[in-house]
């Protein structure tokens, strides 16, 4: 799994697994949130560490480092003295999730036309390809995710891509709470599109996709009418 060189960041795409013994802190954090994003966590269940550390064959020392990965990223929300539980993002949320997005990933787009190096190239329409054959099987939630925060490691500015780090998986949590269809037929194309933008240094049409996808993805989260509404949640 790809990491920037300080801070490290976590995404939702799942990291290798190991057959045997405790699984690595990165495979846990990325089986917890898979999870998550698949429902089989939700903002209704009722789970602790321990149940926790049970589930994933985990030391519970590790799972409250996971939780708290999480509760950062507001994916968890940690009380004291309260069963950790997964968040759920109202619209106001998500709306400004996805307008930091907008702001940060015009920016990305524009820095990954220069000079872009095939080997990264390479990796990206690989990732593309992968999440061209989820999709035909359902969802691809964590690859497009994965997509953006490749893209954002490509551009060169770490800040930059830190940052996005941290609206990436909120965004991912939106995208599975809702009955929308994100990440549908089209966004690996329109992914592809902008790979092929950035190849070029084409920084006007990059930008232009880069708009119009989160425009795409903005309008099936919001305009939809079917974000997660914190009312629904069990307090």
Known sequence: MNSFASPQIFTAL???????????ANDLYSRI???????????????TEDSLAQMFSARRSDIRGVLTQLSHQQIIILRTNHRPRVAAPDAEQTR??????????????????????????KRLRALIDSER?????????RLSGEFHLQLAEMAGNAPLAHFLGTLVPQTSLAIAQCDAQV????AWQEHAEIVDAVEREDVVRAEMLMNRHLDHLEEALLHSGSVVSQNRVAG
Not at 33 to 47: G, V
């Open 14 to 24: 799942p990291f290798p697994r190991t057959d045997t013994g405790k699984p690595p």
């Open 133 to 141: 054959q989820c999709t035909a099987r359902g969802p691809a939630i």
């Open 183 to 186: 990440g549908g037929d089209c």
């Open 96 to 121: 400004q999730t996805l307008h930091a997005r907008r702001l940060t990933e015009i920016t990305l787009a524009r820095l990954a036309c220069q000079q872009p190096r095939p080997k990264d190239l």
């Open 33 to 47: 949130f898979d999870a998550i994003l698949e429902q089989r966590l939700h903002a209704a269940s009722r789970f």
